[in-house]
């Protein structure tokens, strides 16, 4: 099994930037994709940014050109830099991973979820 856990998360300003980490703790890290979905209070999983192996990226309409998800091969832990932060962006975010082709149109397509770091813009 692949255990995700996030860290980074707080309170910033509208404008403002954050970064997101999620360590990685698996026997086999290749995973084929990582990605990170966000929850807004009474919403559903939000597919916003992913990564697959070939390093191709994917992101949601809504943080095109403010977001940006990298990964560290080397420390097993994936990212999310976050820019020019709005209030709307204000939400508990998950890092996911797959082994499969995964998409971010869809959650269920994620085998494996950290538990969440809260973002609040303020």
């Known amino acids: 099994d692949v255990q995700l856990v996030e860290s980074g998360g707080g309170s910033v300003q509208a404008g403002g930037s954050l970064t997101l980490s999620c360590a990685a703790s698996s026997p086999s890290y290749s995973t084929n994709c990582m990605g990170w979905f966000r929850q807004r209070p009474g919403g559903i999983h939000e597919g916003i940014a992913a990564?697959?192996?070939?390093?191709?990226?994917y992101y949601a309409d809504s943080v095109k050109g403010r977001f940006t998800i990298s990964k560290d091969y080397a420390k097993r832990t994936l990212f999310l830099h976050m820019s020019n932060l709005k209030p709307d962006d204000t939400a508990m975010y998950y890092c996911a991973a797959a082994t499969r082709a995964a998409s971010i149109a869809s959650a269920l397509s994620w085998e494996y979820w950290g538990q969440g770091t809260q973002v609040t813009v303020s």
């Open positions: 990564i697959d192996s070939r390093e191709n990226s």
